[in-house]
């Protein structure tokens, strides 16, 4: 078995899955195949609906985990039972009926306008990334970027003359998204300081001159807002949210931020409705006479 869920990994692999998306799945099938083998049945006949739903619960009474990540266990656990079928391993896919919660519907942590202008000027007080910090800050707020988005830009990937930069998204599907002159500027600015870069090589190198990782990423974003007094977690995906916010409250319909975001459908983007009403709503209650809150 362990054998066959290296194989589904590769195959992921293959398919352009990004690489949080595959640790992911490597985590959960981990997982499941550790309980398999705790209770000795480790053979694709042992793979029946009654041992999934053991396993499932077994994960619920002991970690307690949120609904959305039974949710992520289940995609993971019917994702490698399509494959096995794929492959003619087993006749019909076990997992494929699995009773699923009902997703948990969760509000994206965005950032202020302030507070995403502190964040973005303290990338200039890096001792020693400063031009590379600021341009990259920049970029994920400009256009919204994902992590694994634009550590796998190039260059060449930067159209400075029409404004846009050509993103490779999920499921290897490019697109076109706008960028701001502030974003391209900060780019340029840390282009010049590089040695003879090349339109092939990255856009983004780690301090040994390497592309940089996702997870080198994080640490700057973790270390970039300690410093710049943020009183809540940052992380990549505060920045996308962020863009994504602050376009809707200022007018940009849905379905231009849903080709930006590169969501394959409308509901995705639709989350960062409820984010605009939440905010309509404090206003509303803080300015109307007869709200709650000026009683």
């Known amino acids: 078995m362990d054998e066959l869920v290296k194989a589904f990994l590769l195959h992921l692999e293959n398919k352009n899955f990004s690489?949080?998306?595959?640790k992911s799945y490597r985590e959960d099938l981990d997982q499941f195949l550790q309980f398999c083998k705790?209770?000795?049945?480790?053979?694709?006949s042992?793979?029946?609906?009654?041992?999934?739903?053991?396993?499932?619960?077994?994960?619920q009474n002991t970690a307690h985990p949120a609904r959305?990540?039974?949710?992520?266990?289940?995609?993971?656990?019917?994702?490698?039972?399509?494959?096995?079928?794929?492959?003619?391993?087993?006749?019909?896919?076990?997992?494929?009926?699995?009773?699923?919660?009902?997703?948990?519907?969760?509000?994206?942590?965005?950032?202020?306008?302030?507070?995403?202008?502190?964040?973005?000027?303290t990338t200039q007080k890096s001792p020693h990334f400063a031009a590379r910090d600021?341009?990259?800050?920049?970029?994920?707020?400009?256009?919204?970027?994902?992590?694994?988005?634009?550590?796998?830009?190039?260059?060449?990937?930067?159209?400075?003359f029409n404004g846009i930069v050509k993103v490779l998204g999920k499921g290897s599907k490019e697109r076109l998204v706008p960028v701001t002159d502030t974003a391209l500027e900060a780019i340029k600015t840390y282009l010049a300081c590089r040695?003879?870069?090349?339109?092939?090589?990255?856009?983004?190198?780690?301090?040994?001159?390497?592309?940089?990782?996702?997870?080198?990423?994080?640490y700057?974003?973790?270390?970039?807002?300690?410093?710049?007094h943020l009183a809540r977690k940052v992380t990549p995906h505060s920045l996308r949210h962020s863009f994504a916010t602050h376009l809707l409250n200022?007018?940009?319909?849905?379905?231009?931020?849903?080709?930006?975001?590169g969501h394959k459908s409308l509901a995705a983007t639709q989350v960062y409705t409820h984010v605009s009403l939440e905010k309509l709503k404090s206003v509303y209650n803080q300015a109307h006479p007869k709200s709650e809150e000026n009683l």
Do not use: H, W
């Open 19 to 22: 690489p949080l998306t595959i």
């Open 38 to 44: 705790s209770r000795r049945q480790n053979n694709l």
């Open 46 to 59: 042992d793979f029946v609906p009654a041992v999934i739903r053991s396993f499932l619960s077994s994960v």
């Open 68 to 121: 959305n990540t039974i949710l992520r266990k289940i995609a993971s656990l019917r994702s490698f039972g399509a494959y096995l079928l794929q492959q003619g391993k087993i006749e019909q896919n076990p997992f494929k009926l699995l009773p699923a919660p009902k997703r948990e519907r969760i509000l994206p942590k965005f950032l202020s306008v302030e507070e995403t202008d502190r964040l973005l000027n």
């Open 134 to 160: 600021k341009a990259l800050f920049e970029l994920i707020y400009s256009s919204g970027l994902r992590r694994s988005e634009v550590t796998r830009l190039n260059i060449r990937d930067i159209d400075f």
């Open 195 to 218: 040695k003879n870069p090349r339109p092939q090589d990255p856009l983004f190198l780690n301090k040994n001159n390497q592309r940089l990782t996702g997870d080198g990423l994080a």
């Open 220 to 228: 700057i974003f973790k270390n970039t807002a300690i410093a710049s």
């Open 250 to 261: 200022n007018g940009c319909d849905l379905r231009s931020l849903q080709e930006m975001l």
